[in-house]
């Protein structure tokens, strides 16, 4: 069975300063991974995904993600961060013989000016 | 491309009325889902369309919920009768296949039940 975990409800960062955002998963499979982020009021928008090659994503707005297979780990990083980049962040998994995708609880990034 | 259009986005009813929520996936796309917002439940997938017909039901929370695929331009969620618990932002999310397809979502349907 998939599972998806995120294993903080939130987390703050100031203005500049790096920031990481965690997601550990469980596949019987080859592992599809996806970063989603929600801005108050909308819906889920696409980050970025792992499908298979580099460990190291890029996707929108700056932010990336490291593949670790060995601790089953995914967590999105960005370098420096920006107060827009505060909102509710989704980590979700999908087994590569499945068809639907399993999404963690969400973690909710508060960037302080 | 206008995106994954659902509508309406807001409805408030009272207990024991029809609800019915309705959606348009990105041309294209062969996969429909519905999933439910809340703070206590987080992200809850109810149901999921491959070209029209749907394949996996079993978030659904009971027979009061309904879910059709008419054609691949549109979709209904529908809540008959609805309850105060019901009270939910509804997604609608479709995507261009399975495996490695990320999902495009809806701006959603916030729907109050007093």
């Known amino acids: 069975a998939q599972s998806v975990a995120q294993p903080e409800d939130q987390v703050n960062v100031a203005e500049g300063n790096p920031l990481t955002v965690k997601c550990t998963y469980s596949?019987?499979?080859?592992?599809?991974l996806f970063w989603y982020v929600q801005y108050p009021n909308r819906g889920l928008q696409f980050l970025l995904k792992?499908?298979?090659?580099?460990?190291l994503v890029k996707g929108s707005y700056g932010f990336e993600a490291e593949f670790n297979k060995s601790q089953t780990s995914f967590h999105l990083k960005k370098p420096s961060a920006l107060v827009s980049d505060s909102a509710l962040y989704f980590c979700?998994?999908?087994?590569?013989?499945?068809?639907?995708?399993?999404f963690g609880s969400g973690t909710r990034l508060s960037i302080r000016p | 491309d206008a995106g994954v259009i659902q509508s309406p986005r807001h409805e408030v009813t009272e207990m024991g009325q029809e609800v019915t929520l309705r959606c348009k996936p990105i041309?294209?796309?062969?996969?429909l889902f519905w999933y439910r917002q809340t703070m206590m439940r987080g992200l809850e997938l109810l149901i999921y369309?491959?070209?029209?017909?749907?394949?996996?039901d079993s978030g659904m929370p009971e027979d009061r919920f309904s879910a059709k695929m008419p054609n691949a331009s549109f979709s209904t969620l529908k809540i008959q009768p609805s309850e105060p618990r019901d009270s939910a932002v509804y997604f609608c999310?479709?995507?261009?296949?399975?495996?490695?397809?990320?999902?495009?979502f809806g701006p959603g349907t916030r729907l109050t039940v007093t």
């Open positions: 999310a479709s995507s261009r296949g399975a495996g490695s397809y990320e999902q495009y």
């Open positions: 596949v019987s499979g080859n592992p599809y």
């Open positions: 792992y499908i298979t090659g580099d460990n």
């Open positions: 979700a998994v999908r087994d590569s013989s499945a068809s639907k995708i399993i």
């Open positions: 041309s294209g796309h062969d996969y």
């Open positions: 369309f491959n070209n029209n017909v749907p394949i996996d």
